[in-house]
């Protein structure tokens, strides 16, 4: 029987669930291959997902439904940013981005954003000097509640150097290392402090377009989650208040 012909079966099987899991396209593959072995099983997925006939969603469920890959756009101020610090640091892990990128997923449109900085937490205070020595104003370093409050939230370029989390899911893009959308969501749910503005019904709203519109690894996703020691409340977080299947993390 034809490869051809299996893969039209599956799409036809499948293209009514939002997604489906591991054991579910083995039982359809039985259909075809009665003595299928478990090596074979996993070459058959792989073949799927290199050719982009499925998509895995979680370690053991996938989807039909095509998303894009979440690409954040890297402005001008970014690409400075990082460029000075790749000079300065050439070995230092290190993430940049602006909160601006948020905006596509939001309601409420906010008229101030931030670039974040992430580093290496010891370089922090290396890092902070070094932008200031270079003329880049209005930095600040791991700023507290207040600091945000006052000053801030009252800017329209501040950049504000914190410490990246060791094994964040990160991308490069345009050659700038830059957070992926797992690392986003991730952070978003947890730096309620920093990430004032997108908090209560926004961050809802915003969880629920990410996964709408592009691919997200929630395998990846509350890995992170569990280094930052938030796994089981975003996964109660998003059981409670979002459209996201709960089949996704339950798998």
């Given at each position: 029987?034809?490869?051809?012909?299996?893969?039209?079966?599956?799409?036809?099987?499948?293209?009514?669930?939002?997604?489906?899991?591991?054991?579910?396209?083995?039982?359809?593959?039985?259909?075809?291959?009665?003595?299928?072995?478990?090596?074979?099983?996993?070459?058959?997925?792989?073949?799927?997902?290199?050719?982009?006939?499925?998509?895995?969603?979680?370690?053991?469920?996938?989807?039909?439904?095509?998303?894009?890959?979440?690409?954040?756009?890297?402005?001008?101020?970014?690409?400075?940013?990082?460029?000075?610090?790749?000079?300065?640091?050439?070995?230092?892990?290190?993430?940049?981005?602006?909160?601006?990128?948020?905006?596509?997923f939001m309601l409420h449109q906010?008229?101030?954003?931030?670039?974040?900085?992430?580093?290496?937490?010891?370089?922090?205070?290396?890092?902070?000097?070094?932008?200031?020595?270079?003329?880049?104003?209005?930095?600040?370093?791991?700023?507290?509640?207040?600091?945000?409050?006052?000053?801030?939230?009252?800017?329209?370029?501040?950049?504000?150097?914190?410490?990246?989390?060791?094994?964040?899911?990160?991308?490069?893009?345009?050659?700038?290392?830059?957070?992926?959308?797992?690392?986003?969501?991730?952070?978003?749910?947890?730096?309620?402090?920093?990430?004032?503005?997108?908090?209560?019904?926004?961050?809802?709203?915003?969880?629920?377009?990410?996964?709408?519109?592009?691919?997200?690894?929630?395998?990846?996703?509350?890995?992170?989650?569990?280094?930052?020691?938030?796994?089981?409340?975003?996964?109660?977080?998003?059981?409670?208040?979002?459209?996201?299947?709960?089949?996704?993390?339950?798998?």
């Amino acid at each position: 029987m034809s490869s051809n012909f299996i893969v039209e079966q599956l799409k036809q099987n499948f293209k009514e669930q939002e997604s489906f899991s591991r054991e579910a396209l083995y039982r359809f593959y039985l259909q075809f291959e009665p003595e299928l072995k478990e090596t074979t099983f996993r070459w058959r997925i792989f073949n799927l997902k290199e050719k982009n006939l499925i998509q895995p969603i979680s370690r053991h469920e996938f989807t039909l439904n095509y998303k894009p890959d979440f690409k954040p756009g890297i402005g001008e101020a970014e690409k400075k940013i990082f460029s000075l610090i790749e000079k300065g640091f050439k070995e230092l892990k290190k993430a940049v981005f602006s909160t601006r990128i948020i905006n596509e997923f939001m309601l409420h449109q906010p008229v101030r954003f931030f670039t974040l900085v992430e580093v290496e937490k010891d370089a922090l205070e290396s890092v902070f000097y070094y932008l200031k020595d270079k003329g880049i104003r209005n930095v600040y370093l791991q700023p507290e509640e207040k600091e945000l409050q006052r000053y801030v939230s009252e800017l329209d370029k501040a950049i504000i150097i914190q410490s990246l989390v060791s094994k964040a899911p990160l991308q490069k893009v345009k050659k700038i290392s830059t957070t992926t959308l797992e690392k986003l969501l991730v952070d978003l749910y947890c730096d309620k402090k920093l990430y004032d503005t997108f908090q209560g019904n926004e961050l809802v709203f915003i969880f629920n377009n990410a996964y709408r519109r592009y691919s997200i690894d929630f395998t990846k996703l509350f890995s992170y989650a569990q280094r930052r020691n938030r796994g089981t409340d975003l996964m109660e977080f998003l059981s409670d208040n979002t459209d996201i299947p709960k089949t996704i993390w339950n798998d």
